[in-house]
């Protein structure tokens, strides 16, 4: 069982940045597709950022030039730099690792973009 464990998380002014952190439990991560989602109160979870195992990334229209998706193989780590935060990017941030179809999920993290 892959277990994904996120921090990083907190509330931050409009404007501000923050980084989070993903840690993953997988010898073979350099395999995985590695994603952040988010879900915002009485919505659905959307996709925010993903890399690929050949560490191409792509983005939602909403984060792109804001956010950077990173992943370290050695480290079993992936990151989300998220700047120029906005009051619409409070959400639950939840990492997600994919290999051949299966998807393992983080417990989330909360960040709060609030003056």
């Known amino acids: 069982q892959v277990q994904l464990v996120e921090s990083g998380g907190g509330l931050v002014q409009p404007g501000g940045s923050l980084r989070l952190s993903c840690a993953v439990s997988?010898?073979?991560?350099?395999?995985?597709?590695m994603a952040w989602h988010r879900q915002a109160p009485g919505k659905q979870r959307e996709l925010v950022a993903i890399?690929?195992?050949?560490?191409?990334?792509d983005y939602a229209d909403s984060v792109k030039g804001r956010f950077t998706i990173s992943r370290d193989n050695v480290k079993n780590m992936v990151y989300l730099q998220m700047d120029s935060l906005k009051p619409e990017d409070t959400a639950v941030y939840y990492c997600?690792?994919?290999?051949?179809?299966?998807?393992?999920w983080g417990q989330g993290t909360q960040v709060t973009v609030s003056s």
């Open positions: 997600k690792a994919t290999r051949r179809g299966i998807g393992y």
């Open positions: 997988e010898s073979i991560f350099s395999i995985y597709t």
């Open positions: 890399v690929t195992s050949s560490g191409s990334s």
